[in-house]
């Protein structure tokens, strides 16, 4: 195992200097690792350690450590170094011990689960970092000895990550998603199989059931692990927490439950925490209820795929919908068309998601948020019917008109909250 002494002797490139790559550089600094030069294609971050001549650096440095944004290393000319490309990760993984590790990846449900998991722990009385695609990055986090660390884990980092190795690996899930990036779905699954590729035979890889064939293709030698929904939905009337009671969270449940046993934590211990646990915001998040109305902000909702869970946990949904789409996403309504009054078409790709949802449902183009709520509102008046959902799950990425997803569904909740009062 490399240690801090180690990475004194060996150079480096940090290449992308957004929130991970400020993290290497904060890392390099607090350790006195000082042979490290950086490069970001945009912004001149730092005056300080920035390379003159990239393509000199590429050749010269023992490691690249790529931020997991950076995607056209073909073009960048970046994939003949591909034997020195590395992650923020793999520098975690590297140099530190003393510690188990819970990777969580899949398409859907990461955060969830990773919250859960950390919930889990705590109130079980075990120490627990969490880290990585959620919240803290992996290289600021204070890892006490003999403690948990839970890392959300994307398929960006895991497809460039060369030395991970969790003690319990969790693969979720994989549908379409970010094929822009990886360029088609195969690629996009080895990259989440990754995961697996370094475990030893006494740790564990807890994966989805549909994804069996792949773990062993591959010939992965760690514990497998299949949780089974129907194993679990034999305790759930036991949990009388009503965000984990919607079905929309069973396979994350089914996981966590599965984890559970490997640790032997009791099942009245099981229930008993997760009965506290309050969910993630922006996740099919019930935020305000007012006579006839339930308002759900479900703005991580960035494919179809995600969308579908929360259309078939709600009844008489207005559906606010569009954005950015997926590569290949479809919108397949089959079996719950039935759920929705109509659609509200917003953003800057609003011809897409007409041709996927004309014929199948009755909707408007409303473009933005504001007029979006507005016109639900009334048509909401205009009916009498007792129960109506406004829910905001786009099936789509936000940044045509938002930030990023957490700015979309905070402007969905202030303005929700503001014409709620005005016409209900």
């Not at 006839?292 to 919908?321: C, H, P, Q, R």
């Not at 011809?351 to 048509?379: G, P, V």
Request: glycine share 4%; hydrophobic share 40%.
């Amino acid at each position: 195992m490399l240690s801090i002494s180690n990475l004194k002797e060996l150079s480096f490139l940090v290449y992308g200097l957004g929130i991970t790559g400020q993290s290497v550089v904060k890392f390099f600094k607090k350790n006195k690792i000082k042979n490290f030069t950086v490069w970001d294609d945009k912004k001149k971050l730092f005056q300080s350690n920035r390379a003159k001549n990239l393509n000199e650096v590429l050749n010269k440095v023992d490691f690249i450590i790529l931020s997991p944004g950076i995607s056209d290393i073909k073009k960048k000319n970046l994939n003949k170094f591909n034997s020195k490309i590395i992650t923020d990760i793999d520098l975690f993984f590297l140099t530190n011990k003393n510690f188990k590790s819970v990777v969580v990846t899949g398409t859907n449900g990461k955060s969830t689960t990773c919250k859960l998991i950390s919930h889990l722990l705590k109130k079980n009385n075990y120490k627990v970092a969490l880290g990585g695609n959620i919240g803290t990055p992996i290289l600021e986090l204070k890892v006490k000895k003999n403690s948990y660390v839970i890392i959300e884990a994307s398929s960006f980092q895991l497809a460039r990550s060369k030395f991970i190795n969790p003690d319990f690996a969790f693969l979720l899930n994989i549908t379409n998603d970010h094929l822009d990036w990886h360029g088609n779905l195969l690629n996009y699954t080895n990259s989440k199989l990754k995961i697996f590729r370094l475990q030893k035979k006494k740790q564990f890889a807890i994966l989805n059931s549909k994804l069996i064939k792949f773990f062993k293709k591959k010939k992965f030698i760690s514990q497998l692990v299949i949780p089974s929904e129907k194993k679990y939905k034999k305790i759930k009337y036991k949990i009388k927490n009503h965000y984990l009671r919607l079905s929309v969270n069973d396979e994350n449940m089914s996981f966590v439950f599965a984890f559970s046993k490997l640790l032997k934590i009791r099942e009245a211990e099981f229930t008993r925490t997760i009965n506290s646990f309050i969910g993630l915001p922006h996740r099919y998040e019930i935020f305000l209820k007012k006579k006839n109305v339930i308002f759900i902000n479900d703005s991580k909702a960035t494919s179809f795929e995600s969308s579908k869970f929360a259309l078939s946990n709600s009844k008489n949904v207005y559906w606010i919908l569009g954005g950015i789409p997926k590569k290949n996403d479809k919108i397949v309504l089959s079996g719950i068309k039935k759920n929705i009054v109509k659609g509200y078409l917003i953003g800057k790709n609003v011809n897409f998601f007409k041709k996927q949802i004309k014929n199948k449902i009755n909707f408007s183009i409303t473009n933005n948020l504001k007029k979006t709520i507005i016109e639900i509102l009334k048509d909401i008046n205009s009916t009498n019917t007792k129960y109506n959902t406004i829910l905001l799950s786009p099936a789509a990425a936000s940044y045509d008109q938002f930030l990023n997803f957490e700015k979309r569904g905070d402007e969905f909740k202030k303005l929700s909250k503001i014409y709620a009062r005005k016409f209900i």
